[in-house]
């Protein structure tokens, strides 16, 4: 697969995550709309570091992908990265799902999907 098309396959994917994402939130499945936000994040930054010719890291940590990138952050944005670095749950145990299942409210969805969306924008523009 060249770089151009694993670019254009993660393009893709962050495509069906956002729509996913917003599905989810339209349904009020707030933690699992901000558990797609994450991915899409995830791989808007692993797509940039492959058009910087970077070795892709296997890894789901936002801030340290960010930094791998040479993303310029602001310390607000650092403190976002890590806030959403806290919707990946997938693989988490029930008590920690639970536990962002009762934070996920509408209003803290509200919030981070905005959010989201903003970081979304500044990584796209990187690419």
């Known amino acids: 697969m060249s770089t151009q098309e694993m670019v254009q396959s993660l393009h893709d994917q962050v495509t069906r995550h956002i729509a996913t994402a917003n599905s989810l939130y339209d349904s009020g499945h707030y933690d699992w709309a901000?558990?797609?936000w994450h991915l899409a994040l995830?791989?808007?930054?692993?797509?940039?570091?492959i058009t910087q010719n970077k070795?892709?890291?296997?890894?789901?940590?936002?801030?340290?992908?960010?930094?791998?990138?040479?993303?310029?952050?602001?310390p607000?944005?650092?403190?976002?990265l890590t806030e959403i670095n806290s919707f990946n749950i997938e693989?988490?145990?029930?008590?920690f799902k639970t536990a962002f299942y009762l934070k996920a409210t509408k209003q803290?969805?509200?919030?981070?999907?905005?959010i989201s969306m903003k970081l979304y924008?500044?990584?796209l523009l990187s690419v």
Do not use: G, N, P, V
Request: aromatic share 12%.
């Open 108 to 114: 803290y969805a509200d919030q981070w999907k905005s």
């Open 42 to 49: 995830e791989k808007t930054l692993k797509a940039r570091m």
């Open 55 to 74: 070795d892709r890291l296997y890894i789901h940590d936002l801030l340290r992908l960010a930094t791998a990138a040479d993303l310029d952050l602001t």
């Open 91 to 95: 693989a988490r145990y029930d008590d």
């Open 121 to 123: 924008k500044k990584f």
């Open 34 to 36: 901000l558990f797609m």
């Open 76 to 80: 607000d944005e650092i403190d976002e």
